[in-house]
């Protein structure tokens, strides 16, 4: 062991909190007491190890100097990729640092030309939350998280891949927070306080995992940090500061149980900061002897109050060494070299010192593969992805193609840090702009600069621009690139901030979210509200026109004792029940008046589902009373404006207010004459009413008017359907009252009291004879020239209207309508004519034509879809979440993975398992429905999953389904296209993801060869 | 993040005969285009203890400030600084 203090790493004799060392091993930064304000400084590493570079002048010894923070610096860390500095200090504030690549040369503050800063670092982020002194930082495996812990108690975790962005603030703690650090596996994070506790907390939610208080009862208050760590094995916590027999120890806690057996013994103050070797060794192979297998073993160095440090090594009792009277004062920081063979050791007293081990010493450091081999043993996490970078160097790319695909990995991974590359052990002294040096600049400055007068009469000056911004400013691809997330994954919470801020708009998310109910019972209403904003980005794009889906269904969702008293009187409650569901969504586009109606429903909803059955008749009159002229007035109004005929720009309102026009009830205006026995009816149906009005289209924009009971002519009543397409109108008379009406922008439907469905073209021609449905139409859908009618008797039909064929005839519902109260509470035609049926159980169906039966699309109660995993496997930028029939009927699917964070402690294949199950029912699914897009999507996140997970059987079968034959025989059924696109394109896309694991390279290689062929042919 | 940081003031031609203006090297930093000149003063600190003893020497205008760093020398002649302390009027 070599020791050594380099005298010139001071900060003017100020005291230095802490000392980093950076991953590449040609920096390291430290922080503390600046003149009068907190100070950064990065320093050369170069000089450091070496004689001759210490003395040659051209080797600058300081790289940059910081003094942005207001006030003393406890804290310095560098991400995990080099790329930056986060620094924590008494000014409350966090900041990230990144070197800012292509700007010119700089001074630090207030010196003239001497003490030049030879790298720029930039402060790219200010952290702001903390109320009280950071005390320590740290950041995730991965760069995913930074943590940072302070006096006032809280530990912040920010989401690095986002600043300024806050994942959660943990509390708990009881007294001043004054050390952090990661489980090298990601599940959790531990920290220490002057609280006399150590808590563990999970990453998966956020919650306490562990308490730990005992070793600690007896510790005070009088270390100026408390900087704890975790093996890299991940077995075992050490804490700084506890106390065992009234004697300072560094308690060990075991990950399993977090059982507290042993410490670490003999120094005579309070121990300030534990810091692991981020190696694992393993006993040196002594020549001649025999190969002795050793089990592996962790190196920890333990600084004290009593200006001691230890370094221990878990396979033996009694320490490595133990260096006594290194420093004047307190030892607050340790930083291992990555190497794990050199260790910066920073005091109190401004002082820092080296110590350089050698192989003989420490023993053999594993190499990445053998220590994820060992992270794989205990904890199952494959690694597979993140262990490439080790293997790049080991394994041979045998490939061109691959190499470029590796290549064009890497340089879209790494923008910037050619400049945190090895280059800069030895930079000049002078840095160069323009060929002028910043000298030659400021002897000039004054004759170059341009002096004007405004014509105000005050001087102007025009500034010599000396460098450009590097624009590369704050990229989050670089933090993307990490590929794999060891277990919880932040995708989790950009997930859900991307959830609420989908489900935000309107006061459905309210609805479907309000508190104290199930989550199973709320579900269906939840994917009914996100269906409204849905449908009408879909109408937007002019992509699937979902048709009103949530007929009258939603109030069963909502109250299932609504059902039951719909069946006692059909009419009445079962409409102001529906409407109660629905209101809201018409609501929100208008001003005043509407806004109230949420939260009446909201205190009606909640009376209704508390009250007893006797009290429900009460309870209905009463809210009858009090919604009638609330309604009265909503529903007049809009139908008041769309008789105007003015096509409402409004994107949200127009489909918002569709289900609920479709619904209004006559109930307030007339009573319910539903015409045909109830007791056959599976189905509810919409009642009929004097006149309403949808719009079918938005593009081009398709309104439709009904007006039922026109004129009289020869005792028979007739009705009027008006229709206007971009301004041009047309209408018809119908022989009876029109129920219900649906169309897209090639057809129209509407259903008439007399059970007879009328189709017609776009421009008012009847297409169709009328259709004689068996029983009253519940619903009605068209898209594209698809008309699909479900009907009282839960039976379905749809129709072709071009090929006047039927694709479904009259399908029965009661097959997938088991069990009694459950009733449809979503009903959509896809634009391929695919019908899906979602109930209120929370099942979603669709009836396969091809297979003449019904399939389960999606089911909320699926513990396999709530547990499965794979937002490790999402796009990495922010690709567009797959937005179709089957996202719709899932409730954009955002519930997967919702579980898996109770998870945490289910072994990993397991969930594996769970998670492979769920993405192939998701291709199965959107294959059945011939959503093309989201075939796709779901096809590249399997195909990530699979080359993550590491499973070839099942990508080689994918990629052999793709591919089909390659030589054509008339034998062969393969399809060279599924939905649409063709498979070998998939494949085309498929290839690039199988690159990223570069155990797949004869995979890849093999596929991408016999494409080549195939293209050649 | 604020807009604009001061990354150096370097005091030029220090010490200097009583006649020679004063030169503040100014180098900033600016993290976007700026729309507005910036404003910069030279103050007289009188009193560390209140502000009411400020006396700004001058103020100059500096711009277009494009994102990226800048230097200029922000140059006070003296004797126009002791014409004005005179032409001020006096506080009570």
Redesign the interface.
């Known amino acids: 062991m070599k020791l050594l203090k380099p005298s010139w790493v001071s900060h003017n004799g100020k005291p230095i909190f802490s000392v980093d060392i950076h991953p590449d091993g040609t920096k390291f930064a430290t922080g503390g007491q600046g003149e009068d304000s907190g100070k950064v400084m990065i320093w050369n590493m170069a000089p450091v190890l070496r004689d001759e570079d210490e003395k040659n002048e051209n080797i600058p010894k300081m790289l940059c100097q910081m003094d ?1 923070h207001l006030a003393c610096v406890n804290c310095v860390r560098w991400s995990n990729n080099g790329l930056y500095l986060a620094s924590g200090g008494d000014d409350k504030l966090v900041m990230v640092w990144k070197r800012a690549a292509f ?2 040369p ?8 001497k003490l030049a800063n030879v790298e720029q670092w ?5 952290l702001r939350n903390h109320t009280g002194d950071v005390m320590d930082v740290a950041w995730s495996p991965h760069d995913v998280w930074l943590a940072s812990c302070s006096v006032d108690n809280t530990i912040v975790i920010w989401n690095a891949r986002k600043f300024p962005e806050m994942v959660t603030c943990l509390r708990g703690h009881t007294g001043l927070v004054k050390g952090l650090t990661w489980d090298p596996v990601g599940k959790y994070v531990a920290s220490q306080a002057d609280d006399h506790s150590l808590r563990v907390w999970r990453t998966m939610d956020w919650q306490m995992e562990a308490n730990i208080t005992k070793p600690f009862s007896e510790c005070g208050g009088t270390t100026h940090v408390l900087r704890l760590s975790w093996s890299p094995d991940g077995q075992y916590l050490v804490s700084a500061h506890a106390m065992n027999n009234s004697g300072p120890t560094a308690q060990i806690v075991e990950r399993g149980g977090w059982k507290t057996n042993m410490d670490f013994v003999g120094h005579r103050k309070a121990v300030t900061v534990v810091k692991f070797n981020p190696k694992i060794f393993k006993k040196k192979q002594k020549n001649g002897s025999a190969p002795k297998p050793g089990c592996p073993y962790c190196c920890c160095a333990v600084g004290s109050k009593d200006r001691s440090l230890s370094v221990w090594l878990t396979s033996l009792k009694r320490p490595l060494v133990v260096i006594h009277d290194l420093f004047d004062k307190s030892i607050m920081d340790i930083s291992w070299t990555l190497t794990g063979l050199g260790m910066l050791v920073c005091s109190m007293d401004g002082t820092v010192a080296y110590l350089d081990f050698s192989l003989d010493e420490l023993g053999d450091p594993l190499n990445e593969e053998e220590k994820n081999s060992i992270h794989q043993n205990i904890y199952g996490k494959s690694l597979a992805i993140t262990s490439t970078e080790a293997q790049l160097s080991t394994t041979i790319i045998e490939n061109p193609e691959m190499l470029k695909y590796q290549q064009e990995r890497q340089s879209s991974a790494q923008l910037g840090p050619s400049s945190a590359g090895p280059e800069a052990s030895a930079p000049k002294l002078n840095s160069v702009m323009n060929g002028e040096s910043l000298e030659d ?2 002897k000039n ?2 004759k170059k ?1 341009v002096e004007t007068r ?1 014509p105000d009469g ?12 590097d624009t590369g400013d704050f990229s989050p691809a670089l933090f993307n690139s990490a590929p794999i997330l060891p277990s919880g994954s932040s995708m989790s919470n950009q997930l859900t901030s991307q959830l609420s801020s989908d489900s935000s708009p309107g006061p459905a998310s309210s609805l479907g979210l309000r508190p104290g109910h199930d989550p199973m019972l709320t579900s269906p209403p939840a994917g009914a509200a996100t269906k409204g904003p849905e449908d009408n980005k879909d109408g937007a794009k002019s992509g699937l026109l979902l048709t009103s889906a949530s007929k009258i269904e939603p109030m069963k969702a909502l109250d299932s004792r609504f059902t039951e008293r719909s069946k006692a009187t059909p009419g009445v409650t079962a409409t102001i029940s529906s409407i109660a569901g629905l209101v809201p969504l018409d609501s929100r586009p208008k001003d005043g008046g509407g806004v109230s109606a949420p939260k009446d429903v909201k205190a009606k909803d909640d009376t209704s589902s508390d009250s007893e059955d006797k009290m429900a008749s009460i309870n209905k009159n009463l809210s009858f009373s009090k919604r009638k002229p609330e309604l009265l007035m909503d529903g007049d109004g809009v139908v008041e404006k769309r008789k105007k005929g003015r096509p409402r720009k409004d994107k949200m309102a127009a489909p918002m207010a569709q289900p609920f026009m479709q619904m209004t009830p006559p109930a307030e205006r007339e009573p319910s004459r539903v015409a045909a026995p109830p007791a056959a009816l599976k189905l509810p149906t919409p009642s009929i009413k004097k006149a309403f009005s949808l719009q079918v289209s938005m593009e081009p924009s398709v309104f439709l008017e009904v007006e039922n009971e026109v004129s009289l002519i020869a005792g028979s009543k007739l009705s009027q359907l008006r229709c206007s397409r971009d301004g041009r109108d047309w209408n018809t008379l119908l022989p009876s009252s029109v129920v219900t009406a649906a169309g897209s922008s090639d057809v129209l439907a509407v259903a008439c009291q007399d059970r007879m469905l009328s189709v017609f073209s776009s421009c008012g021609r009847r297409l169709l004879p009328a259709i004689q449905l068996a029983t009253p139409a519940s619903a009605l859908h068209c898209s594209a020239h698809f008309v699909m009618a479900l009907t009282a008797g839960a039976t379905l039909s749809v129709w072709d209207v071009h090929k006047q064929k039927a694709l479904v005839k009259n399908e029965s519902l009661l097959s997938i309508l088991s069990g009694a109260d459950t009733t449809v509470s979503q009903s959509l035609l896809t634009q391929q004519g695919v019908p899906v049926i979602g109930l209120s159980n929370g099942k979603c169906y669709c009836f396969s034509s091809s297979l003449e039966t019904w399939t389960l699309i999606a089911d909320k109660g699926d513990s396999m879809v709530q547990c499965a995993d794979f937002r490790s496997c999402l796009p990495t930028h922010d690709a567009p979440v797959s937005s179709g029939p089957l996202a719709v009927m899932q409730g954009r699917n955002l519930n997967a993975g919702r579980l898996a964070s109770r998870l945490s402690s289910t072994p990993h294949h397991l969930q594996q398992s769970m998670t492979l199950a769920f993405l192939e029912n998701q291709l199965a699914s959107a294959l059945t429905l011939q959503s093309a897009q989201e075939y796709r999507y779901w096809l590249l996140i399997y195909a990530r999953f699979l080359v993550n997970e590491g499973s070839e059987h099942r990508l080689r079968e994918l990629c052999q389904e793709l591919l089909g034959p390659v030589h054509k025989s008339a034998a062969t059924a393969w399809e060279p296209t599924t939905l649409g696109l063709r498979k070998r394109e998939l494949l085309r896309e498929v290839l690039p993801v199988i690159v990223e694991n570069l155990r797949f390279q004869r995979l890849f290689t093999e596929y991408q060869d016999q494409l080549e062929l195939l293209r050649n042919k | 993040m604020a807009k604009v940081q001061v990354l150096n003031v370097a005091v030029l031609d220090n010490p200097s005969p009583f006649g020679n203006p004063f030169q503040f090297e100014i180098t900033f930093e600016c993290m976007e285009d700026l729309p507005e000149d910036l404003e910069w003063k030279i103050i007289y600190v009188g009193s560390a203890e209140s502000e009411e003893y400020d006396q700004v020497l001058d103020s100059v205008l500096v711009g277009p400030v494009p994102a990226g760093r800048h230097m200029f020398v922000f140059q006070v002649s003296k004797l126009w600084y002791v014409w004005k302390s005179f032409s001020m009027p006096k506080k009570t």
């Open positions: 942005n700007i010119g700089s001074t630090v503050f207030g010196s003239s030309s930039r402060c790219v982020t200010i600049i400021r400055l004054l600069q405004t005050r001087r102007r000056i025009t500034p010599l621009c000396i460098a450009q911004l």
